[in-house]
């Protein structure tokens, strides 16, 4: 009974230190997967259509009919929100120093403000705007319409800016207060190390917060058909009833639909993930 | 029609540069500062030592007013910095900081860090800072870093960074707050004879330093601070060989 290992490993404290090559997130699927997804997208669609009679245009056929309207709703989609998200990232931006702001009163009002767009629903938001705001404004004897895609999207740009504003705040917070500091022995003002030395190093911390949230936005503006805007989920029902409301037709159509938002908001998410991995390791 | 006029005292070189009187600090109700006061006269060297949590730091913040006094006062030329009205880009214009930590911007390079508070604090012509800056640089044997980022700089070469950044403004005090505290050995000494040099072309400068030799080399007084007050203070000659207080002397014997 010898107290000697029998294999000739030596100690483990002995072996030269390995870092363990972690992945930094969940597996993730490559471009391939969302090629693999349309095929099986279609494959499904074309075993329903096989089981119909074959006298109506097949679903491939529907979708390449219609894929020019739905295609220009989802255009509208991405509109609106770009729109809703420069709205938003300007407002919350102010929103966000304001939280920050010397004077007691400003940062309360502004950090209720924050609260209360950041937890609420954004359909129900989106809801209050669509009537409460009037389909047209008089400036100056001038006649503005508001139509109802700009309405949604001043909806949207409510929960974008809170959010924003949010990201700013814990982006200006995680700069060292000795930034502050050293520029404050410098003799800058209080404005000028906020706009020229801080906000400048908190980019790159805000951009994959900025491009996360960008990906939600772009995703929650089919909401905007709840509401009569003609977006793309609109134009897509709008579809299916035009082609007689089909039951083999309903998978295709919205899985279409289910695509573009996929292959949108995908590639948004993979490079997000991939700018973060590279802040982390600077 | 001869309305009395207030008009601040005019300073004079003859007159101490940095002055305080029975300064005292509270944080809560810890008191940091009690009742501190001594003079700087213009192109003298004044290096406070002390042991760790004796108030140091907290002193010399408190002369360009990074740190707000409990009472006391403090006059830098003709400036009350303890004023409740008191014009802190003045006093920041004419006082210059290094920190232990450098706190270079780290989103500037070298060449930018040193040129950004004379443009945008002074308002003065870039081009004639941006020669001044190189000049600056040079001094500091900095001379080819003008691009490289702080991240790209060793500790030494970004605490010269940030004496050069300082100088920049012109000032007339510089506060170094123990600026060799976070560097290497071995990169401890370029920063020294930065500071040394300085000191040899008569700018007037507080040092809060553990550098004891540095100390004794360069400065023409020495205070030692310990609890939030001035125990004991002198020439290096006498100060190092002739300490009279037994705190003084406890600590001399740890740290020589």
């Known amino acids: 009974m010898s107290a000697e290992p029998k294999t000739g490993a030596p100690l483990a404290v002995l072996l030269p230190f390995k870092v363990e090559t972690t992945r930094l997130s969940a597996p993730r699927l490559a471009p391939v997967h969302a090629a693999l997804f349309g095929v099986g997208l279609a494959l499904l669609a074309g075993t329903a259509w096989a089981q119909s009679g074959a006298a109506q245009l097949s679903p491939l056929e529907v979708i390449v009919k219609w894929a020019p309207l739905l295609l220009s709703g989802f255009v509208f989609n991405i509109l609106i929100s770009m729109v809703a998200m420069a709205l938003g990232t300007a407002a919350g931006l102010g929103l966000g120093l304001a939280m920050l702001a010397q004077n007691p009163l400003l940062a309360r009002v502004a950090w209720a403000l924050t609260q209360f767009f950041r937890n609420a629903p954004w359909l129900v938001l989106l809801f209050f705007v669509m009537f409460l705001v009037p389909f047209q404004v008089t400036i100056f004897g001038v006649r503005i319409p508001l139509p109802d895609w700009a309405k949604a999207t001043v909806g949207f740009s409510l929960p974008v800016m809170a959010n924003v504003a949010e990201i700013v705040r814990g982006a200006v917070r995680s700069v060292p207060s000795t930034q502050w500091e050293a520029a404050e022995s410098l003799a800058f003002t209080p404005r000028q190390i906020m706009w020229r030395i801080i906000l400048p190093q908190c980019v790159k911390r805000m951009l994959p917060p900025w491009m996360n949230l960008y990906a939600l936005v772009a995703m929650a503006t089919v909401q905007a058909s709840i509401v009569g805007v003609s977006e793309m989920l609109t134009l897509t029902a709008q579809v299916h009833t035009a082609e007689g409301g089909r039951p083999e037709l309903f998978a295709p159509l919205y899985g279409f639909a289910l695509l573009c938002f996929f292959l949108y908001c995908y590639p948004i998410d993979r490079f997000t993930a991939r700018l973060e991995r590279r802040f982390q390791i600077r | 029609m001869a309305a009395p ?10 007159q ?9 600090k509270s944080f809560g109700s810890f008191e940091v500062l009690k009742g501190v006061s001594f003079d700087v006269k213009k192109g003298e060297v004044i290096c406070i030592i002390g042991p760790s949590g004796s108030g140091k730091s907290t002193l010399i913040r408190c002369i360009n007013a990074l740190v707000p006094v409990s009472s006391g006062t403090i006059r830098v030329e003709n400036i009350e910095v303890a004023d409740p009205k008191l014009d802190k880009l003045a006093l920041r214009r004419k006082v210059g900081m290094v920190f232990q930590q450098y706190n270079l911007f780290p989103h500037k390079t070298a060449l930018q860090n040193v040129m950004m508070a004379p443009i945008h604090v002074l308002g003065q012509d870039k081009r004639e800072v941006e020669e001044r800056a190189r000049d600056l640089l040079k001094k500091v044997r900095l001379s080819g ?8 700089l060793s500790g030494g070469q970004q605490q010269r960074v940030a004496i050069a950044r300082s100088l920049a403004m012109r000032p007339d005090v510089m506060l170094f707050d123990e600026v060799t505290a976070a560097l290497d050995p071995e990169t401890v000494k370029e920063v020294l004879v930065t500071i040394r040099e300085l000191a040899e072309e008569g700018m007037t400068c507080l040092l809060v330093t553990h550098e ?3 100390a004794r080399d360069i400065a023409d007084h020495i ?16 100060f190092f060989t002739a300490a009279s207080d037994p705190r003084t002397r406890e600590f001399l014997s740890q740290v020589l």
């Open chain 2, 145 to 152: 870093k003008e691009g490289s980022y702080p991240g790209e």
């Open chain 2, 5 to 14: 006029t207030v008009s601040p005292p005019v300073w004079t070189p003859d």
């Open chain 2, 212 to 214: 004891m030799n540095f």
């Open chain 2, 16 to 24: 101490p540069i940095v002055q305080l009187i029975d300064v005292h």
């Open chain 2, 223 to 238: 205070y030692f601070t310990d609890r939030g007050v001035i125990v004991e203070h002198g020439p290096p000659a006498t």
